[in-house]
């Protein structure tokens, strides 16, 4: 289990971030949550992530300026 990829759920909608992890924990994948950029910033500050699942439709910084962030910051 501690091999399995760690993957960050990027979603403000609470019940849908809930069930995305409730699935993705079901097949092993180890799980952080974060509901906003900010949030997610912190969690890869802390955290070594594999992949992220990011929303789109973020309340303040959108997913696609988030996700351009990112690739730039790499």
Do not use: H, W
């Amino acid at each position: 289990m501690e091999n399995m990829p760690k993957l960050l759920i990027v979603e403000d909608n609470t019940e849908l971030r809930d069930l995305i992890s409730k699935f993705l924990k079901k097949d092993g994948y180890r799980i952080s949550t974060a509901g906003n950029g900010r949030e997610m910033l912190s969690v890869l500050d802390k955290e070594r992530i594999d992949l992220i699942i990011l929303d789109v439709m973020l309340p303040g910084q959108d997913g696609l300026a988030l996700c351009r962030n990112l690739r730039r910051a790499k």
